[in-house]
């Protein structure tokens, strides 16, 4: 079963991520400890590594917009 985080829940385990890999943790313990894979930590890195709380809900406020304008646009029939 998938655990959804809010985008301000995410920013916050990426930044207790990096104030553990700062003490001389690894990845993995860091990660096990936190209760989320490594392919989790890696791909959230990749997304919001640098955002604050407000700017991670507004991009995913705007993936789901984009989402529904793409979903309009194929029942309309527009490519």
Known sequence: MKKRRSAEQIVGLLRQ???NL???????????RLGISQQTYY???TTF??????????????????SRLKK?????GIT
């Open 17 to 19: 991520v990096d104030v």
């Open 43 to 45: 791909g959230w890195r």
């Open 49 to 66: 590594c640098g955002m604050n709380p407000k700017m991670a809900r507004q991009l995913q406020e705007l993936q789901r917009q984009n």
């Open 72 to 76: 309009r646009a194929d029942a309309v």
């Open 22 to 32: 700062g003490k001389g943790m690894n990845v993995p313990d860091v990660c096990r």
